[in-house]
Nanobody
């Protein structure tokens, strides 16, 4: 069964940092395009970062650009979201996600079919 085991998150103050982790189980993370999404209360789920299999192509939304970074450690079978300079508007539930990437055919982070259960992040002002 393909799944993620998540960790990280919690309550922090504005300006602090957090790192979210998702360990891949049942599949080889190296073969997958990966992404982080978030969903704030009452809002739609938003894609915030996306990375190709070799991390050569990385896209981050403007609202977190320069503050958040997506990366993976293949040896640890883990993907990460490093979040710095957190703001109250970053408060949300964060989801890791993955989809198999056909070799040489990166198409971006669409139709993600492996999802984490969500990690709650709260940033106080």
């Amino acid at each position: 069964q393909k799944q993620f085991v998540e960790s990280g998150g919690g309550l922090v103050q504005s300006g602090e940092s957090l790192r979210l982790s998702c360990v891949a189980s049942g599949f080889n993370l190296n073969w997958y395009t990966v992404a982080w999404f978030r969903q704030a209360p009452g809002q739609e789920r938003e894609k915030i970062a996306c990375s190709s299999t070799d991390d050569a192509i990385v896209n981050v939304v403007d609202s977190v650009k320069g503050r958040f970074a997506i990366y993976r450690n293949s040896d640890e079978k883990t993907m990460y979201l490093q979040m710095n300079s957190l703001k109250p508007e970053d408060t949300a539930t964060y989801f890791c996600a993955a989809v198999f990437e056909v070799p040489g055919l990166y198409v971006g982070c669409y139709a993600m079919n492996i999802w984490g259960k969500g990690i709650r992040v709260t940033v106080s002002s």
